[in-house]
């Protein structure tokens, strides 16, 4: 046998091809596609996340230009003097009827006494003059004449009349005896009280402020592009820029007005309008009052503060 013969192998002693698993390729396949999976899945997420951050901060009315607003009660003594009591202090939380200050009562009590004084004798006179004229009227022509008569009966009633008058003075100083002693209005807080003990306080001329705590509101200043969703009753969420939590409230109404720059006078009284950018047109913004429904305990209210304001339209402009 030649080493040809030796180094050939023989067909039943060559190896057989091995059949393919089709169990492992299938689970190889799976553990490939996972991955992929789970990617379209976040991705799914993702896109649905971003389009609910769109309609929330984009399709319903929101905007970052809100303030905290309140009324402010002006105290000003309509009699001058000087003050005498002066029970409260700056930040001071008062209730309707406090006693706020007290102006020197002294010469507004003597004024009530000589009004007093006049208004008893104008009355005697009076009641003289009346009396008079009565029995003026009972004579004949007789006893005294027609233009006596007359006389008697004008003098009564000019007297009548300076008595009223000195009523009505009576009336005048008893009130200006009240007005010594000035109280609060309204529930508040007493703020950036300057007035001090011993003062001289001037008529009409404001001596101290009175913050009104029931009367705290949001102005809310939207583009007017979004008013067509606003509606008076639509519910709104509010942010104040130092708390975290946020209060509730609702839309109370929408402002009527704005102040139109173009249309302020010149010198010359012609219209002064301000040159712009055709191609830039900026939103004007409008205020919109926000009603308070609900303070969360631990935050208080301040006028003048920054809020956030967002309103939740109604199912119809949604």
């Given at each position: ?90 930040n001071q939380r008062v209730k309707a009827g406090d006693l706020l200050m007290t102006i ?204 956030s304001v967002q309103i939740e339209p109604s199912a119809d402009d949604r």
């Open positions: 046998m030649s080493d040809s013969q030796l180094r050939t192998p023989s067909p039943a002693s060559a190896p057989s091809p091995q059949p393919a698993e089709p169990e492992k390729l299938t689970a190889t396949g799976v553990m490939q596609a996972v991955p992929a999976l789970v990617t379209l899945i976040a991705l799914a997420f993702a896109g649905v996340g971003a389009w609910a951050m769109w309609q929330a901060y984009m399709a319903a009315p929101w905007t970052r230009d809100g303030t905290v607003r309140a009324y402010v009660v002006t105290i000003a003594p309509q009699v001058a003097g000087q003050i005498v009591q002066l029970p409260v202090r700056d020197d009562p002294t010469d507004f009590a003597i004024a009530v006494d000589l009004a007093q004084a006049a208004a008893d004798q104008a009355a005697a006179n009076a009641t003289n003059a009346r009396r008079e004229a009565d029995r003026r009227a009972r004579l004949t022509t007789l006893e005294t004449s027609e233009e006596e008569k007359q006389r008697y009966e004008a003098n009564a009633l000019a007297l009548m009349a300076a008595q009223r008058q000195a009523v009505a003075n009576l009336a005048q100083a008893r009130v200006n005896l009240e007005r010594t002693t000035i109280r609060s209005p309204v529930n508040g807080y007493v703020t950036n009280l300057i007035t001090q003990l011993g003062d001289y306080a001037t008529s009409g001329q404001s001596v101290l402020s009175i913050v009104n705590a029931d009367s705290y509101w949001v102005d809310g200043y939207f583009e007017e592009t979004a008013l067509g969703a606003i509606h008076p009753g639509d519910r709104a969420t509010i942010k104040l820029m130092g708390y975290r939590r946020v209060l509730e409230g609702h839309v109370d109404s929408i402002a009527r007005g704005i102040t139109v720059t173009n249309a302020t006078r010149g010198q010359s009284g012609l219209a002064q309008v301000n040159p712009i950018f055709t191609w830039v047109r900026l939103a004007q913004r409008v205020p919109v009052r926000i009603h308070i429904d609900q303070v969360p305990d631990g935050i208080r209210l301040v006028a003048g503060e920054t809020a």
